[in-house]
């Protein structure tokens, strides 16, 4: 899906690259996810990431990335090496590479004064230092730390330094060299939505929407984008016209969601434990839950939501059998006829759970997450998963796979799923 | 740390680079976890990574990629592009790079069999083409998937395609080409051990141990390895004898360990979680928990261990306080005196839940992880932990941030390193 073709631009402008600086990278102490938002992010504005290069705190090797990036593309970003400490290197480095001298910048000095003021810290030689910059740069203001990243033009390549610091790299690209980028003279625009959706695989979903993807119009391209448990569809659409782009790419995305109603539940960055407590607050209903092989994951993800107290009451974990009997008042002739795994005892949990916590909903989990506990009837992976709600209690039975952390997560999952299907049938009736 | 200086080889044997190829890694859909995992692999191994770098599946990228790190390392590691679809180009580009031909490999094709018979599946078409290799090359056995590694060597150089699958690239390396790097000549050995700690951030570490670290001797280095809640220790010794590094090593260790005995949890791949449940069982405890601001997190924690039903009986997530008080039966006066962010009803839920679930300990945490409920006398950030035992109940007062991710993981750790703590106690006793 990603090829010169998929662009119309000629010369370097559209072309981006990625210099890392840091050793260590090249130690494999820090995975680079900073390269990997920095693509997403320029792909996404419409340039076409030809490269990205990790080189160690040193001047040759900085240079010979440079010269090299310099001569194929109209962008180059570089991250790390911008903090106060000795070992950072990239400001000089910068410095010599552009025949530039260090010199005190004012506008620079006064966002890092303001930025300490607002937290009431005291500015001291080191943080001073940060605003000494190489002559040639226009400082990008940093609203979260104190190395204001810096601009360069060379050979008509605009080459811009940023911190290597997650969310201080992103503050400057997304509030000061974004809106740069976008003025600069690329052919064609960008746009693009994220379909999430949960409950089947990337396979399962390509056969679904396959005469679907087929018919897609020239300008569009769809990516399967996994991650566990989830797999996120991203409708990209390029082209001179962005107005017409956006119209179609909003019947698309409708398209798309009316063949997969079962697996879609919200849109770009949207998580599935937020969209369900936005369901449940607006409804103004609540839920517990009864955990036994996912252990308190379902109650993590829900409370890990700010605000989810609104909503969400409370957890029994059921670890052990007794437990399930004694505290969740499970009948112990349903554990002994059926034993634990089983949709009577799963149901049993969920009712019990929505009867002590005094909720609206309550969902259940039981099953075998692994490695061990599992028989030829009941194999590891085999779960079931009640929901007790307005209309008695419904149950589902899953049979994911033999990895414990895996099983666990889609278990969590599909729970959660399994309310946001309920939610939505209720709304409609 | 990790400088020319710190090894006394010269040439480019003891160099290394990485090329990852693939499309998917340049728009930003795939964060590059294979070139972290290679880099900290190959250091360990005693070789000095200089570069790593990303290009699109394009032979004139590749072939440039190649041309450059062969002039310069003696080792260099392919990874991505060598499945069995339309899309992976890495071998016949490699194939034209080094002007060989393709042939069929019986060896590769006795290991694809091997691998399907064991699984009880068929051979086809698709999967037999993997064993078409350049001639050239020597294949590394893929024990997890079709797609073998290739060895080649040119101009002094090693190279080595691995796929991109980061189970299959891993398998490779370690069974198959690690083992022959380690027969390649470069002047010194590396060892290393890995301590983890928990309870304090790096610069506190820094300070406690920072005579210790400057007292170390020339050939070893101390790398601070920060992840959220932790901070792991490397000792690294590179010299030319293994044994007499060894031997340092451990006494450095001790040495390290004795100076923070509050923080220490484990070595290299331990969890926290797997040390302590393995305290649990050696001691025949069992534990339960009470959670409030945690939300099941403590819980989810302990049940990912596979094994964990051995010990750990289960949680109640009180997030609303009638819970506190109906199923955990915290007194209201208590709540209505003190808060339920207070030493007293932290006990109360920890002695509690000791009783509700007959175990030997329980924790329990209340605290405001925010972003919202915070108070100018209890801010975001102010968690209370409690742990009953054979001796009573002990609490700890807690002043955390304002990021509420953060503030849930910190006292999930906080919480679990209390029990590890008291179980290093009452062993001692």
Known sequence: MHSDSFRNSTGKNHLAEIISIGDELLIGQVVNTNASWLADQLFLAGFLVKRIVTVPDDDQAIFAALDDAISRSGVVVLTGGLGPTADDITKPALCRYFKSEMVFNHQAFEQISTLFARRGWVVNERNRSQAILPASCTPLQNNSGTAP???????????????????????????????????????????????????????????????????????????????????????????????????????LKQELVALLPDLVFGYDNDTIESVVGQKLIAASATLSTAESCTGGAIAALFTSVPGSSAFYRGTIVAYANDIKTGILKVRGDLLERHGAVSREVVESMA?????????????????????????????????????????????????????????????????VNMLRKELDQSIKH
Chains 1, 2 share one sequence.
């Open 351 to 415: 009712l019990n759970a929505k009867e002590l916590f005094e909720t609206d909903y309550a969902l259940a989990t039981s099953g075998i997450a692994g490695p061990d506990g599992g028989t030829s009837e009941k194999p590891v992976g085999t779960v079931w998963i009640a929901l007790a709600g307005f209309n008695g209690v419904v149950s589902e039975l899953h049979k994911f796979g033999e990895h414990r952390g895996r099983n666990i997560r889609r278990t969590t999952l599909a729970a």
């Open 149 to 251: 990243g810096m601009w360069f033009t060379e050979k008509g390549t605009v080459v811009v330094s940023l911190p290597g610091v997650p969310f201080e790299m992103q503050d400057i690209f997304l509030n000061e060299l974004l809106p740069r980028l976008r003025q600069m003279e690329i052919a064609n625009q960008l746009i693009y939505k994220t379909v999430l959706t949960t409950g089947a695989g990337e396979s399962v979903i390509a056969d679904r929407i396959a005469s679907w993807e087929a018919a897609l119009p020239q300008s569009f391209k769809l990516a399967y984008l996994p991650q566990p448990g989830l797999v996120r569809l991203r409708i990209t659409g390029s082209g001179p016209d962005a107005s017409s782009l956006g119209y179609e790419l909003e019947r």
